[in-house]
C-alpha cells in the first residue's frame, strides 16, 4: 500500500502512517511530499492509495489550511491516529550541546521546544519543512555543528545521536492525525465517529438549531472549527467532528442536520482513534505491525430468481418478477378479496400484504398482527400464489415461519439499522425463506450493500432488493424522490442481485404509478411491487398509492417491457437498441430536471448577491468550483475537455441570470430594470 506523507521517512506522519496503515502482511510504501497540498494531490490523483495528514495538536491547535484542503480535494476521511510528539535534539555523532551552532526545524517543532532553545543562547534557530528531513540531510551531508529536533525513529534511522531528550515544554504533546482516501469507508457496526462540514443562513440561532439537533440525537460533539469560504467576506464553513452509541442515531442527525443547514457534507464515518498514548517511549515509537480490523468485500452469492419465485400461470413479460396486494392485511375478507381478484390477473408471482403497521404516531391501525398471518396463509391456499410479509424483527421472522410465508421483506427504516438487520439475518439463516430488502430511507448505497452482506454471511441466497425511493427533504409531486442514479449504481455493485421497483411509495399517489413504473423498466429493473386493494379509497393505511386489482392489470398491460438479455434468443428479439434509446430518454429528462433546480439555485444566489451588494463574478469562488468539478469528473473517467466545456458553458448561463438580477432594483414593490 502507498500512503503519501508530508516529509520524509522517520518524520512523526511516517510514525502515524505506520501505525495506522501497516499491518504484519502488508508492508507500507511511503509517497514522500514537501507540502500537504502535494499530499492531497497524490491522493486525489491516485498517485498514493491514501494519506496521513496532521489535523490538529494539543499545543498549536488546528492546523487551519488542511481542513481546507480536505474540503478542496474532497477527501474521504476514513479513520484517525494520535500520536505523543517527543522532540530531540539530534546530530552527528561525537558532538556535544556546546558544538551546535544552529538548530533547524518545523515551526510548530521551535513552539513546542522554546523553553528548551531559550536556555541556549548561542543557538541560532533555522525555519525548515520537515524535522526527520532535517535530520536526513545532517547525516547526508555530514554537517557538522547543525542539529535537527525530531523523533526517536529519525536518530535511529540515519544513524545520529540524540543530544538531549524531551525538549517539548508541555509533555502533554499531542498530534491528531487523519488517514484520507479518494473513496469512504462503508458505514458498518465499527464506524462511531465522522467528520462533516455544513453552511448556515444568518438567521439568527440557526446554527444553535443545528447544534442542539445534534444533542436531540444523543451526538457528542469532539471538534467545532469554523472555515472562511473563499471569495465569500464573512462566510463560513462549520466543521464537526462527532461520535455516538447507537449507529442509528447518527443516521437520524444527519437527516436532521441536513434540513437544517445546506451544503452539508459528510467527509467520512470511521472508527474514533484510540487516544491513551502514555509512556510512548523509542521502542513504542514504531510498535511491531499487527493486522487491522477493516472492512472486507463480501461475495453475495445469490440465486437466479427464478430457481425459487413460482412463475404465474400467464407472465406479463418474460424474466419480470410482479408482487402485488394491500398495502395492509385489514380484515380476513379484504385480504382473501384481494387475493382471489389479484390471483384471477394470472400475471402476478407474488401476493404481498403489510401485517406489522407501526405507525409515526401511535394511535392509529397498526396492522392485524398475528391473526392476519392466518388469513394470509388461507389466501395462499385458495390462490396457490407465494406470499411476502414485511419484517423489522426476529419474532416477525418466527411467526412467519410458523404461517407458511414464502417471503419477507426488510423496510426501508429497518434497512437503516444494522442491529435490527443483523437480527433478522440470524432468524432466518437456515430456513427456506427468501428475503428481500427494501433501500433505506437515506441515500445511503453503502447502508443498503450492507444489509445484503449481512445476509450472505448468514448464508441466505435466495435475495432481491426493491427501489422504493428516498427522503431527500426536496419538494416534489412523488411522495420518494427516485434518486435513480443510486438503484443503477446499486445494479453495477451487485449485478447478481435482482433489483426490482416499488412505484407506489415513490410515488404515493396512483396517478403517478405509470410513468415512475415505466421509468424504473426503462432503466432496467427487473420487476415491480405494486400495492393493490379490492376497494382503495377505503384502505385504513396508504389509500391514494393504492390501485384495484384490475386498475392494476390494465397498469401492467399498457407498460413496455423489453426482453431480458437471453442467448437463446435472437439479435432482432432482444430489440436492445431501443430499449438503450428509452433508457437515455429517461436519463435526459431527470438531467433536465436536475438543470432547471441548479439554475432555480442560481437565481437564489442572484437575489442573495443583490440584497448584499455582492459581485455576481466571484474568480476564486469559480476556481474552486471549476477545480472540484473536474476532479469529480476524472473519477467519473468523463474526458476534462467535455466537463470544463460544459460547466463553462453553465457558469456563463448563471451569470447572465444573475447579472439580470443584481441589475435591477425593487420601485414601488415592482422590479424594473436599473437606469
Not at 447544534?211 to 465569500?232: D, F, R, Y
Not at 440465486?303 to 404465474?312: E, G, M, R, V
Not at 434497512?415 to 430488502?437: C, R, W
Not at 469528473?633 to 448563471?654: I, P, T, W, Y
Request: aromatic residues 6%.
Amino acid at each position: 500500500m502507498k500512503v503519501a506523507i508530508q516529509g520524509v521517512a522517520g518524520s512523526f506522519h511516517d510514525i502515524a502512517a505506520r501505525r495506522f496503515f501497516e499491518t504484519a502482511d502488508a508492508p507500507l510504501q511511503l509517497l514522500e511530499c514537501e507540502t500537504f497540498e502535494q499530499l492531497a494531490d497524490a491522493v486525489d490523483s491516485k498517485r498514493a492509495d491514501a494519506g496521513m495528514m496532521a489535523i490538529e495538536n494539543t499545543l498549536a491547535g488546528s492546523i487551519l489550511p488542511n481542513y481546507a484542503l480536505i474540503q478542496t480535494y474532497n477527501l474521504s476521511v476514513i479513520g484517525e491516529t494520535y500520536l505523543q510528539i517527543r522532540h530531540n535534539l539530534l546530530a552527528l555523532r561525537g558532538q556535544t550541546i556546546d558544538d551546535i551552532q544552529t538548530v533547524e526545524a518545523h515551526p510548530m517543532a521551535i513552539i513546542q521546544c522554546s523553553e528548551f532553545l531559550n536556555r541556549h543562547p548561542h543557538i541560532r534557530v533555522v525555519e525548515a519543512f520537515d524535522t526527520a528531513g532535517i535530520a536526513k540531510k545532517i547525516s547526508a551531508e555530514k554537517r557538522r555543528g547543525v542539529a535537527a529536533i525530531a523523533g526517536y525513529t529519525a536518530a535511529e534511522l540515519y544513524d545520529l545521536e540524540i543530544l538531549a531528550e524531551r525538549l517539548e515544554n508541555n509533555p502533554k504533546n499531542f498530534t491528531r492525525f487523519l488517514a484520507v482516501s479518494r473513496t469512504p469507508n462503508p458505514i458498518d457496526d465499527l464506524c462511531n465517529k465522522a467528520s462533516v462540514s455544513f453552511r448556515v443562513s444568518h438567521a439568527r440561532g440557526s446554527l444553535a438549531d443545528a447544534l442542539l439537533s445534534l444533542k436531540q440525537h444523543h451526538i457528542n460533539l469532539t471538534k467545532i472549527q469554523s472555515l472562511p469560504v473563499l471569495g465569500m467576506p464573512y462566510e463560513y464553513t462549520i466543521h464537526l467532528d462527532m461520535t455516538w452509541e447507537e449507529l442509528p442515531d447518527y443516521h437520524a442527525a444527519i437527516k436532521d442536520l441536513a434540513e437544517r443547514t445546506f451544503e452539508l457534507r459528510v467527509f467520512g464515518t470511521y472508527q474514533a482513534g484510540e487516544k491513551n498514548m502514555e509512556a510512548l517511549g523509542r521502542a513504542r515509537e514504531l510498535p511491531k505491525p499487527k493486522p487491522r480490523l477493516q472492512p472486507t468485500t463480501i461475495h453475495i452469492d445469490a440465486l437466479p430468481w427464478q430457481a425459487w419465485i413460482a412463475a404465474p400461470p400467464r407472465p406479463i413479460a418474460k424474466d419480470y418478477i410482479i408482487i402485488a396486494g394491500p398495502c395492509s392485511a385489514e380484515t380476513e375478507k379484504q385480504t382473501r378479496d384481494a387475493a382471489m381478484q389479484i390471483s384471477s390477473l394470472g400475471c402476478v408471482n407474488v401476493l404481498r400484504a403489510g401485517i406489522w403497521k407501526p405507525r409515526t404516531r401511535a394511535g392509529g391501525f397498526e396492522g392485524a398482527g398475528v391473526e392476519g398471518l392466518k388469513w394470509l396463509q388461507r389466501a395462499k391456499a385458495a390462490t396457490g400464489m407465494m406470499t411476502a410479509v414485511e419484517v423489522a424483527n426476529a419474532q416477525h421472522v418466527e411467526d412467519c415461519l410458523r404461517h407458511g410465508v414464502d417471503i419477507v421483506w426488510i423496510g426501508a427504516r429497518t434497512t437503516g439499522n444494522p442491529f435490527s438487520v443483523q437480527e433478522i439475518a440470524d432468524a432466518v439463516k437456515g430456513t427456506t425463506l427468501g428475503v428481500m430488502v427494501k433501500n433505506p430511507i437515506s441515500p445511503d448505497l453503502e447502508l443498503w450493500i450492507g444489509a445484503f452482506e449481512r445476509l450472505a454471511l448468514a448464508g441466505v441466497r435466495k435475495l432481491v432488493a426493491i427501489h422504493r425511493g428516498f427522503a431527500t427533504g426536496e419538494k416534489s409531486d412523488l411522495r420518494n424522490a427516485p434518486t435513480w442514479s443510486i438503484p443503477m449504481q446499486f445494479r453495477e455493485r451487485l449485478p447478481h442481485v435482482p433489483l426490482i421497483c416499488d412505484p407506489s411509495h415513490i410515488c404515493g399517489r396512483r396517478d403517478k404509478l405509470a410513468s415512475v413504473a415505466q421509468k424504473s423498466l426503462d432503466l432496467g429493473a427487473g420487476g415491480l411491487m405494486i400495492e393493490s386493494h379490492p376497494t382503495p379509497d377505503e384502505a385504513w393505511t396508504d389509500a391514494k398509492q393504492q390501485l384495484t386489482p384490475r386498475a392494476l392489470g390494465d397498469l401492467l398491460n399498457a407498460l413496455s417491457w423489453q426482453a431480458q438479455q437471453d442467448d437463446a434468443l435472437s439479435n432482432s428479439d432482444l430489440n436492445r437498441l431501443e430499449a438503450l434509446r428509452g433508457a437515455i430518454d429517461r436519463v435526459d429528462e431527470e438531467f433536465l430536471e436536475l438543470l432547471a433546480a441548479r439554475l432555480n439555485l442560481v437565481r437564489d444566489i442572484g437575489e442573495y448577491k443583490r440584497h448584499h451588494q455582492l459581485d455576481v463574478l466571484q474568480p476564486a469562488r469559480w476556481k474552486e468550483v471549476m477545480e472540484r468539478r473536474l476532479s469529480l469528473g476524472g473519477k467519473l473517467r468523463l474526458d476534462a475537455a467535455f466537463v470544463a466545456e460544459m460547466f463553462e458553458r453553465l457558469h456563463g448561463e448563471s451569470l447572465k441570470t444573475q447579472m439580470a438580477i443584481v441589475s435591477s432594483e425593487t420601485l414601488d414593490g415592482q422590479m424594473v430594470a436599473a437606469k
